[in-house]
């Protein structure tokens, strides 16, 4: 849940405390998933202060990358590449990446038309004035980045560890939550943004458990980010 909360909860006190209680708990922990996921919060939320590395989906990649190594120094490695692959996608699987994303563009074009939304101002500083062949390669590089930073966690690392001890649906159900809460801030934003970011994660969580793999989840997650790229960078000096 941290890791959801952590547009409001970033460089709180309450996070601190909270990450130390489960650190404690994960040194102990037997749970290599677990450890895995807590490793992780630590790290976004560390990295979230240094300056440079606070931009969206920056710190994420980070400490994604920081868990990995950890993870592989421990003998880890192979735990990680059971969701860091294809998976088994048949018809039925390609017919609901095809569903997840024309539902995926539809509501966010709605969301886009009635809400009239710019980019998140700190993009737009770093965009402006910049050579529009630049701006346009940063967008397609951070939508393809975004995808697979944001389904590594929650589809891979997070579903991973909560489906050890929770039934499927249930897993899913936290894992909505979280992407949700992750998107209160983000694009799309506000509560209506987490009730759709999180309705998302749950199509997205499906494909996931349908598959075996994230291939499937990501080429959907990169179908929807270039949607958001492609509706707010013509805002980008207007």
Known sequence: MLVGLFPVLSGSTTSWVVLAVL???AVRSRVPEYRDVVVLASCLYVLALVPGVSLWPLPAGAALLLTAALAAARGGWSRWRTWWRVGRIDAVSWALVGGVVVVTVVALLTWHHVVDRRLPA?????????PPWLVAG???????????????IFSGLLLGLLDRFLPPRASVAVVAICFGLLHLHGVPDGWVGVAMSGTWAVLLAVLRHR?????ATYLAHAAADATIVAMLLPSVGH
């Open 122 to 130: 700190p993009y737009v500083e770093l965009a402006e004035g910049r």
């Open 23 to 25: 650190g404690a708990v």
């Open 211 to 215: 598959t075996g793999g994230l291939v």
């Open 138 to 152: 940063a967008g397609v590089g951070f939508l393809l980045l975004n995808s697979f930073i944001e389904d590594s």
